[in-house]
């Protein structure tokens, strides 16, 4: 059975970082690309980065140069590094599985506030 | 970044037959068949309901279908039953990138 575990988050500051982890679990986690969608509360749904099985990355705009997606296959773990974290990063953070986000964890709240 | 455009709400009665448009642009919708459409319960996590346009994984019933036209994709759901209520959301492949809707409410009258 595919399970995709998020950790990590809570309350920061604005301005102050933050390290997501997915822990993943019933597949071959090498073989996959990985994603980061989050969603603030009441809000939709938001891509916030990718990683391919070669550890090439991508990232939109609102969050490039900030956040850094990045992978361990020998712990079948992804990550997700966010700094200069700011208020409108409040969300919850979903990892998910491959271009069709095929299974998604449970999230990680990110509340950034002061 | 643009996201894509959902009708913000839908309804139907049990029974019937609904749709969701989700519009886009020739540079996400319009270029690669990689639209997929999600179902999300309140405080759940969202759940692939089809991919690539028209394919519905392994257990999704199959009252839900895709298709796409032009810069549209559509979701349809025959056969209305009040666990189909949630919100839905499109998401497009965009070369490096992806794009979700905003996310239409379905309420099962």
């Known amino acids: 059975e595919v399970q995709l575990v998020e950790s990590g988050g809570g309350l920061v500051q604005p301005g102050g970082s933050l390290r997501l982890s997915c822990a993943a679990s019933g597949f071959t986690f090498s073989s996959y690309d990985m994603h980061w969608v989050r969603q603030a509360t009441g809000k939709g749904l938001e891509w916030v980065s990718a990683?391919?099985?070669?550890?090439?990355?991508y990232y939109p705009g609102s969050v490039k140069g900030r956040f850094t997606i990045s992978r361990e296959n020998a712990k079948n773990s992804l990550y997700l590094q966010m700094n200069s974290l700011r208020a409108g990063d409040t969300a919850v953070y979903y990892c998910?599985?491959?271009?069709?986000?095929?299974?998604w964890g449970q999230g990680t709240l990110v509340t950034v506030s002061s | 970044q643009s996201a894509l455009t959902q009708p913000a709400s839908v309804s139907g009665s049990p029974g019937q037959s609904i749709t969701i448009s989700c519009t886009g642009t020739s540079s996400d919708v319009g270029s690669y068949n990689l639209v997929s459409w999600y179902q999300q319960h309140p405080g759940k996590a969202p759940k692939l309901m089809i991919y690539?346009?028209?394919k519905r994984p392994s257990g999704v019933s199959n009252r839900f279908s895709g298709s796409k036209s032009g810069n549209t994709a559509s979701l349809t759901i025959s056969g209305l039953q009040a666990e189909d209520e949630a919100d839905y959301y499109c998401c497009s492949y965009a070369g490096s990138r992806w794009v979700f809707g905003g996310g239409t409410k379905l309420t099962v009258l």
């Open positions: 690539e346009g028209s």
């Open positions: 998910a599985r491959a271009k069709d986000f095929d299974y």
């Open positions: 990683i391919g099985t070669a550890g090439d990355t």
